[in-house]
């Protein structure tokens, strides 16, 4: 993932609009990523999944894109509500039970 | 669908004393388990990568005598943070991986607030 240790970037949509969300990965080895989101003194909770050898991936109201040329992954989340609101994660791994590297994370903030 | 269990989810200790965080993998046997730490307004921080019956893998510049990790069985890890400063203090988090899994094995715990005064 990106740089870890710095804080968090924010970004605001109105309810009712897309939201994006961007991460950059470190590693062209790893081959599976996991978006996840994170309320506020809670543990991570799985999003979406998407593996290296798709590039793009669709669940209820959100989607996932991952662009293995320039190691970016995004999340786009249809119709953000307010219970969007949280922190996201992309996360890497080579799969396989290795290790999850996380990336800085994004706060989302839905306005009304 | 999977479950972890960490407990506590909150605990405040006295600064030089030494606490216990377990992660309980409830509904399946996790061969793998890892420990995040996560400051405030920060990402998550693997810590160390602990397999059933071995020593665990620390990450680079995290204190193996002072993160004491034991992973005695498939459904149990503990991560003991000893002679504990106030720096310490920060969110634990741990993840269990089932293999049985499929591509999504990793599951996590709800968290440990860790506050040293």
């Known amino acids: 993932g990106e740089s870890v240790g710095l804080h968090l970037p924010t970004l605001s949509v109105q309810e009712g609009d897309n939201s994006i969300i961007n991460c950059a990965y470190s590693n062209s080895a790893s081959d599976y990523f996991i978006w996840y989101k994170q309320e506020s003194g809670k543990g991570p909770q799985f999003i979406i999944d998407i593996r290296s050898n798709m590039d793009k991936r669709q669940g209820q109201r959100v989607t996932v894109l991952l662009n293995k040329t320039v190691k970016h992954l995004s999340l786009q989340i249809a119709a953000t509500q307010p219970g969007d609101s949280a922190v996201y994660f992309c996360a890497e791994t080579t799969g396989g039970g290795n290790k999850l590297t996380f990336g800085t994370g994004t706060q989302l903030k839905v306005e009304l | 669908g999977a479950v972890v269990s960490q407990h506590p989810s909150r605990v405040i200790c006295k600064s030089g004393t030494s606490v216990k965080i377990e992660c309980r993998s409830l509904?399946?046997?996790?061969?793998?388990m890892f420990w995040y730490r996560q400051f405030p307004k920060q990402s998550l921080m693997l810590m160390a990568t602990?397999?059933?019956?071995?020593?665990?893998?620390?990450e680079q510049g995290v204190e193996k005598d002072k993160f004491l990790i034991n992973h005695a069985s498939l459904t149990l890890s503990t991560l003991t943070v000893t002679s504990a400063h106030p720096e310490d203090s920060s969110f634990y988090i741990c993840?269990?991986?089932?293999?049985?899994?499929?591509?999504?094995?990793?599951?996590f715990g709800s968290g440990t607030r860790l506050t040293v005064v």
């Open positions: 993840s269990a991986y089932d293999p049985t899994g499929g591509d999504y094995g990793y599951t």
């Open positions: 602990s397999n059933e019956g071995s020593k665990a893998t620390y």
């Open positions: 509904d399946f046997q996790a061969t793998t």
